[in-house]
């Protein structure tokens, strides 16, 4: 038995309990976990948020570092590249079929029958989840499991969708919202060559100080109204791509005003609203709005390496799994700055 946070009802408290660990298939590992992540989508997910809600129960977490303890019957180290002992992720994209259109071409992740870590397969807020081998990220040698644990999601994510804007090296960009994806955003972007503006909340200096420390040019702390005016006069007409991080329908109105003409807006944060665009604006700056949803195999390999050559690492303060109740309420209160990891290393089996 292993001890796990389940959700047994949408939008109640999840419960600490005791559950049987689960047992590997064929081409799965099982892990046993060191850290996890808590992401704000596990947070939508346990409040039922999202249009697909998955039977209950189910264990959220998909932000896990933890250690090969156990082979499915199909994994072999000469297979696999891996072995017993190894670190490995427990990320969000578990599984895809690798033979439609999407999977063949480099865009896996909106295969229809993708396997998602806390939607379809319960995930790594327990001290044992499985991943398929398949898809299995080692965390590079002498990377720390807890500060590396959120570049699983919040990393790639913030990752791919600064590829995906197109942005050029020594381009202006701003990153909306500082949070856990936020920060990480920060550190990419810089990594990447860009020139970077952070967009926090209105006198938060907490926010604005981890924008600083993360590398940003410019932040941004003033009313939420304005930051497009803002960008504008830092950048002398408007940034190349805008990465709006959080789900609020006024952050993503102000970042695509505060957009130069040929520009980005990128779609990370889900709000549950809908954004409402002025079409002839768009078409007549020629402006490019994207979607972009964590990232392939390939660009989790990449925000890897990327990490590890350039030190990037998440700010990170971590918690028991018994208080995720409580770290849900800060979350939804805003009062937290970084993320928070859950540290599986003091009182587990």
């Given at each position: 038995?292993?001890?796990?946070?389940?959700?047994?009802?949408?939008?109640?408290?999840?419960?600490?309990?005791?559950?049987?660990?689960?047992?590997?298939?064929?081409?799965?590992?099982?892990?046993?976990?060191?850290?996890?992540?808590?992401?704000?989508?596990?947070?939508?997910?346990?409040?039922?948020?999202?249009?697909?809600?998955?039977?209950?129960?189910?264990?959220?977490?998909?932000e896990g570092v933890g250690r090969?303890?156990?082979?499915?019957?199909?994994?072999?180290?000469?297979?696999?590249?891996?072995?017993?002992?190894?670190?490995?992720?427990?990320?969000?994209?578990?599984?895809?079929?690798?033979?439609?259109?999407?999977?063949?071409?480099?865009?896996?992740?909106?295969?229809?029958?993708?396997?998602?870590?806390?939607?379809?397969?319960?995930?790594?807020?327990?001290?044992?989840?499985?991943?398929?081998?398949?898809?299995?990220?080692?965390?590079?040698?002498?990377?720390?499991?807890?500060?590396?644990?959120?570049?699983?999601?919040?990393?790639?994510?913030?990752?791919?969708?600064?590829?995906?804007?197109?942005?050029?090296?020594?381009?202006?960009?701003?990153?909306?919202?500082?949070?856990?994806?936020?920060?990480?955003?920060i550190k990419y972007a810089k990594?990447?060559?860009?020139?970077?503006?952070?967009?926090?909340?209105?006198?938060?200096?907490?926010?604005?100080?981890?924008?600083?420390?993360?590398?940003?040019?410019?932040?941004?702390?003033?009313?939420?109204?304005?930051?497009?005016?803002?960008?504008?006069?830092?950048?002398n007409g408007g940034v190349q791509?805008?990465?709006?991080?959080?789900?609020?329908?006024?952050?993503?109105?102000?970042?695509?005003?505060?957009?130069?003409?040929?520009?980005?807006?990128?779609?990370?944060?889900?709000?549950?609203?809908?954004?409402?665009?002025?079409?002839?604006?768009?078409?007549?700056?020629?402006?490019?709005?994207?979607?972009?949803?964590?990232?392939?195999?390939?660009?989790?390999?990449?925000?890897?390496?990327?990490?590890?050559?350039?030190?990037?690492?998440?700010?990170?303060?971590?918690?028991?799994?018994?208080?995720?109740?409580?770290?849900?309420?800060?979350?939804?209160?805003?009062?937290?700055?970084?993320?928070?990891?859950?540290?599986?290393?003091?009182?587990?089996?």
């Open positions: 038995m292993m001890k796990a946070a389940v959700i047994t009802e949408y939008g109640a408290l999840l419960e600490i309990k005791q559950v049987p660990i689960p047992q590997p298939g064929p081409n799965d590992v099982l892990v046993k976990l060191i850290a996890c992540g808590i992401c704000h989508s596990d947070l939508h997910g346990a409040c039922g948020d999202f249009h697909i809600k998955p039977p209950l129960p189910l264990i959220l977490g998909h090969i303890v156990e082979f499915g019957a199909n994994v072999t180290p000469e297979r696999y590249h891996l072995k017993l002992g190894d670190l490995i992720g427990i990320q969000f994209l578990q599984g895809t079929c690798l033979k439609c259109e999407f999977c063949l071409d480099g865009r896996e992740t909106l295969c229809n029958t993708k396997i998602a870590t806390g939607v379809t397969r319960s995930g790594a807020f327990a001290e044992y989840a499985l991943m398929n081998a398949d898809f299995a990220a080692k965390l590079p040698d002498g990377m720390d499991p807890f500060k590396a644990a959120p570049l699983y999601c919040a990393g790639v994510t913030m990752y791919k969708a600064l590829k995906v804007s197109q942005a050029r090296s020594n381009d202006w960009i701003s990153i909306v919202g500082v949070g856990g994806l936020g920060s990480l955003g990594a990447m060559g860009f020139r970077v503006i952070g967009i926090v909340a209105e006198k938060d200096q907490a926010t604005t100080d981890l924008a600083l420390e993360m590398g940003a040019d410019e932040v941004y702390n003033g009313p939420g109204d304005q930051h497009s005016d803002f960008v504008k006069e830092k950048t791509a805008a990465i709006v991080a959080v789900p609020l329908i006024s952050a993503y109105e102000q970042a695509l005003q505060s957009l130069k003409p040929g520009g980005c807006l990128v779609l990370v944060g889900i709000p549950a609203e809908k954004l409402s665009i002025a079409v002839n604006e768009c078409i007549g700056k020629q402006i490019r709005i994207v979607g972009s949803l964590v990232g392939t195999r390939n660009d989790l390999q990449e925000a890897l390496d990327m990490a590890r050559k350039h030190n990037i690492e998440c700010r990170v303060q971590t918690c028991q799994l018994e208080q995720i109740n409580e770290v849900f309420d800060n979350m939804k209160n805003c009062r937290l700055t970084g993320r928070m990891a859950i540290d599986f290393t003091t009182n587990s089996k």
